[in-house]
């Protein structure tokens, strides 16, 4: 299996940049796992990524990798995809990079449903500018720009998702790497847009700052929070205050928008010249 | 090519840069509605499902210009349409185009500004955004039409330029020119000369993405056609990976430059009038190049030895044939819509060997053919008594 995972990525890119402990890397090689299983073909996959630590995935991997503007991945990916609809795209974003800077673009591309799948680092912070607080940074926790404790409320990005339109909405963490991998495989098969949330370790920018510890004891930490979708249905509401639900969170359906846009073409095709 | 409109017909300004693009190839449009530039995504709504083309309404005009460089990189020709407030949104992404190099045509049907200004009203205050606008040093080509045909040549041309340089055009016109009807015969399919761009040559395990021909314009291998490579707005090397030497940062951004400097020949276009003896020149682009033309004429009829001189590309700025015309010239007018943008240039390029007056306006309204022509009479009056 590792040796598969490896053909996937471009080994000359390593050492990668991101710090001791850091989870990028795990979200990195579920999302290899889930490609392979997936069995598709690296010429036709690709992978957008805005702005950010958990970004820099792209660039270690083989396949056709588009490393974009902050906030603005799903927009070129949509371009992407519209252009040739045929290419698996995938598209890996921070969780400031989905929700702040682009998450008017999170939002529509939900809504149109277009065949995307988005995989959110979510680390609970700006990770590359140094731990600054995001939207997902819950409220009391400290950041540089928060020194006195973070006053803002943070979204849920699955109740995000589906409000806004998503089809497929799931979130795992990085201490549960194989589920991530089958909620990337089950993303990737749906056909609309899917999210999947990674909750994902920064010691550096996060973790030590709000005492934490380092990065096995963060991973340590999301084991303890998380409970899955069936032991949630269990719980009172205050049973789940600061836990983390994982696994599949929703799936609905929809008309897929590039799908739509071949059946106008169909109707228009050799016509209004 | 049954898509390339032939006949003679009325047409407007932006219907023109539509059929343009569409017969240069572009078969993607992203965009979001702002006027005077709306006409441009509705006929594109409206005629790419037909061609098998795609048209999409994003969000807001960063993501068209995302949606835009992310169809080019797929292998479909794109543009993306905008006036002055969805142009400044455009930037930071423009220059994304410009560091991974790909090929993309935004138009920027100029109105009033800054802000939302007079929406309706023509200007001419995006002359230096159109070079300037995204941050760092950036090469990028801004053509100006100044009738309806031309915006339809000058269309092709912008995508032809696009595909050939791998770099952002922008088509810069202003509202007089968007909007305006005229009587157009456009060239039969076939005559138009249509540029795509070029592949590499090589297998996939040999293909350096950002590796230069000899034009210094690198091979550009589609996402989705068995070359897998990587592209970042980060400084990067050959290979496509992100770098933070020196020595590649300097080469690269001077190889951007050299890229397009090297082919002024080729990228450059300008249009004389008159300017064989002219005596007074003035320098006008777009809509008010219209008044001066004839501005021109009357003052001919007067006695003057005016002329005109169009630089259709006004990015990068025709300096050499400027400074020509400055050994010719007892005086230099440069009439333009906002207070004197392309003015510095001329002066730049004419280095104080003659003296340059503006005839600016800005009130939202067209500079007319008597102030410019009032102008000439004016500078001829004082270098006669001077
Ligand atoms: C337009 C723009 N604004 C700001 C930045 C600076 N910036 C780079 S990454 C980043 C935040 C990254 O946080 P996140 O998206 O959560 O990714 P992470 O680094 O945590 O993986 C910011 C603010 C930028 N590159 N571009
Ligand atoms: S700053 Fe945080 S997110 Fe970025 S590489 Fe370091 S640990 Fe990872
Ligand atoms: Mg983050």
Redesign the pocket.
Known sequence: MLSQVESHLRSDRFPHIWCPGCG?GIVLSALVRAIEELGYDPDKTVVVS??????RAAGYLDFNTLHT???RALAFATGIKLARPELDVFVL??????T??GGNHFIHAARRNIDLTAII?N?S?????GG?Y?P?TPPGKRATTAPYGNIERSFDIAELAKGAGATYVARATTYHATMLEKLIVAGARNKGFSVIEAITA?PV?YGRRNKMGNGLQMLLWQKEQAVTVKQAEKMSPEELQDKIIIGELYRGEAPEYTAMYEEIIARTKGKNQ | MSDVVEMARLMQGNEAVVEGALAAGVRFFAGYPITPSTEIAELMAERLPGLGGKFIQMEDEIASMAAVIGASLAGVKALTATSGPGFSLKQ?NIGYAAMAEIPCVIVNVQRWGPSTGIPTAPAQGDVMQARWGTHGDHPVIVLCPASVREAYMLAIRAVNLSEKYRVPVILLMDEVIGHMRERVILPRAGEVEVIERKKPAVEPKDYYPYRPGDDGVPPMANFGDGYRYHVTGLVHDEKGNPTTDPQVAENLILRLHRKIYDHLDDVITVEGYQLEDAEVVVVAYGAVARSAKRAVKDARAAGIKAGLFRPVTIWPFPEKEVAELARQARAVIVAEMNLGQLKGEVERAVQGRVRVTGVNRLNGELITFDEILSAIKEVTTDAQSG
């Open positions: 990028n805005g702005i950010g630590c958990s970004s503007t902050h906030g974003m921070g969780d400031g990079d989905a702040a800077i680092f680390n912070i700006y990770g590359m500018t600054q995001s997902l920064c920018g | 930071e």
